[in-house]
């Protein structure tokens, strides 16, 4: 899968979770729960979607490896 | 014969608008049905009825707002005697401590009427002494200035109407300062009316100054209405300006060991799939709810001058709406059920919070409210509590201190939290007891 393609599935995760963000705002550079917003639960529900989406199991303590947009396409990408 | 009743969805709301029937006349609904959708400044709220029966009545048109209390449908069941009523909109009966009527009716000739959070009662219909009217229809009546003696009622068996209420009001307001009557065309009358036109403001240029509907297109059109995100903050602002006014709230403070609880949720989280993952506000959530069955004073309603214990364990769990606002809609009967039925629970009642389509139950049945800022790095919160709420509890941040673990120095991650409480209702001794129930509860973390 391009790039480009795991930037659109996270986004689209990121958006079932948050509906109110727009996904034009979400750079791939910035603290994406302090950014949009999200707590723990917000992320958890990202994973859980990630998880549908993509079948990648991302462990807990993973979560700081994608810790913004960026980061989480660099670590999907490796485990796909 | 029942009447189901525009609610009251937090301390905070006058007026709803009902903005669409899920049911018609004719219709049978259940204890539990969502059979109409009320816009409130908290967004679109499905309400539930608490009675079962059959729709004889819709009195309100969608996209009408009415004051809390006004009855919006009546709701009667083959072979139910007229008279006696008992109709709820909001959660089942919370069991009355003090024994008195929460709200009560004054005026010695009134019907043998009590309202009891959200359980209206009207007394026998044909053995009054005074006019017979719903308590919201008398608190109408008393807003206007109308006295009830004064109207024949249009309801059943004479029953005084919110609608006689607001004609008669109408009608006072159709009075010249010097208490003759101002002349105004029948259509003018009904525009004026529509409009919320004060007559008293216009100057009639028809013969012998009387008001035509010409004379209205004058009137200067109201301000265009606030953002819904405007209005959001407006009743969150009266509702803690209530807070403040009228509760004396007093604090206690308690800091908590979480090491074994989060590995306990770390091992637990580890030998799950991730669908099955629990955060670890669903742990303080639960023992919030568990220690308040050894602590009822904390579950319960301020409501006028009484007491009304809760009944059920219905934590409100404050909630941020991106981009501004915050509701604290109930997770019901938080003290049963599984850890994972819980997080469920948790995630879908956020989501539908932030989704702006919470249930009128979930906002009327809390007793106590669970908010939590940890993730945003405070260290404590010292919360308001939401009338007629009697406590709040804070969390801060679950952060990683120095602490002394059999006498020796050791890093644990530790939780301050600050439990706010009403002193009409309880004092500190037991909102001490409160605190370390739940510290005792969040040790075993397993049992809960």
Redesign the interface.
Known sequence: MKRDDLRATLIACLLDV????SGEEVEDDVDI?DE??L???DI??W??GI?KALGI????EDYGKIASLGDAIDYVAGRI | MAEFIMPSLGADMTAGTLGKWLVAVGDRVAHGDIIAEVETDKGTIEVEVFTSGVIEALLVEEGEKVPVGTPLAEIGEAGTESGTVSASVSGSAPESVSGSAPESVSGPASAPVSVSAGIMTLGGGGDLNGPMATPAVRRRAHELDVSLHALSGSGEHGRITQEDVERAAFANRVRAPSGDRVRISPYAKRLARQRQIDLTDVRGTGPGGAIGARDLEAVPAKPPADSPKERMQRAIAAAMTRANDEIPHYYVEHTIDMGTALEWL?AK??SS???E?L???VLLLRAVARALRKHPQLNATWQGSGVVRGDGFHVGLAV????GGLVAPALRDADQGSLLELMAR??DL?SRA??GALRSSELTSPTITLTSLG?RGVESVTPIIFPPQVAIVGFGAILTRPWVVNDRIVARPVVRVTLGADHRVSNGHQGARFLGTLDRLLQEPEKL
């Open positions: 948050a509906p109110e963000i729960r949009l917003d707590d723990s639960m958890l529900r994973v859980q998880h199991e991302i462990p807990e | 770390r989280n580890q799939s991730v669908n993952r955060v670890s506000g941020s709406l991106r981009g948790m995630t956020v932030r989704a993730e």
